[in-house]
């Protein structure tokens, strides 16, 4: 199945862990930028079929790929001033760069790439700034078994803040982390078929528009995943997925220990 990556955003809240004009998939965890370890997971279950929405910084993105540099992190041997590659990274994949608006929100983006899937009544979709060990496989059978239009992966809510209750005189009646809520928020993998496109305007949005209007008919699946999950909304949480990569803790990375789902809580990465 093709894969469309979401790329082209603004990243404010990286600014300051990035230069000015590197999108937020092009932040660095470990040796490889986010987007490299989300087109990795994909990869590994047989998905290498990329299209790129790009927008804001798409030349930092476009010049990683056009200089990809395979020794970074495969095995090789050096003979007589040559490299000889034990392994590799991208060589079967095809990538499509996709130059879809700087201002453009996500439904958009997917709308001008519309032509590149075509036709494929199925297709995957990510923001191309999460990682997880979600068991893709098994959300991709779940879907095509249903009559829906899109899923969307769910996870609990990630915030480490309280919800205070009160009373009409001001006391507090209880507290409850918000982590312990029955909330589920949106995990940004989708899995969708033609018939989101139905549902998306012009200058529409994936999920405000797209997946609430498949919702409301009933059309719309989710797949709850309580494994890991991290987002990179903050330096603080990209910084933490750095950290844990260089210590070996990285289990989104389902490449390297087969395919294994590794049930991790999500709160482990960055914990204190």
Avoid at 4 to 13: A, I, P, S
Avoid at 74 to 85: H, I, Q, S
Avoid at 114 to 135: I, K, S, W
Wanted: net charge negative.
């Amino acid at each position: 199945m093709k894969v469309v990556l979401f790329c082209g955003g603004y990243g404010m809240r990286m600014r300051n862990g990035t230069s000015d004009d590197v999108p937020k998939p092009m932040a660095m965890v470990g040796p490889r930028p986010l987007i490299w370890h989300v087109m990795r997971y994909y990869a590994h279950f047989g998905h290498k079929e990329f299209i790129l929405c790009l927008g804001y910084g798409a030349h930092h993105i476009k010049d990683f790929f056009l200089n990809y540099e395979e020794t970074t992190s495969n095995d090789f041997v050096l003979r007589g001033g040559k490299t000889e590659l034990l392994s590799t990274d991208i060589a079967d994949w095809t990538i499509t760069f996709a130059q879809t608006g700087i201002e453009s929100p996500i439904g958009e983006r997917l709308r001008r790439v519309r032509h590149h899937l075509d036709g494929d009544e199925m297709f995957l979709a990510n923001y191309a700034d999460v990682l997880t060990d979600a068991p893709l496989p098994e959300m991709i059978d779940n879907f095509a078994r249903r009559d829906a239009g899109a899923s969307m992966t769910v996870v609990p809510p990630q915030s480490s803040f309280h919800c205070v209750e009160l009373g009409e005189d001001g006391l507090v009646g209880g507290i409850t982390a918000v982590s312990d809520m029955p909330l589920w928020e949106n995990g940004g993998y989708f899995v969708l078929r033609q018939e989101v496109f139905d549902h998306i305007p012009e200058n529409g949005d994936l999920v405000a528009d797209g997946c609430a209007q498949l919702a409301k008919q009933g059309r719309l699946v989710a797949h709850q995943h309580r494994g890991f999950w991290k987002p990179t909304d903050t330096v603080k949480e990209r910084a933490a997925l750095d950290e844990a990569y260089t210590r070996g803790d990285r289990p989104w990375a389902v490449w390297e220990h087969g395919g294994t789902v590794a049930r991790v809580p999500a709160s482990r990465v960055g914990a204190a």
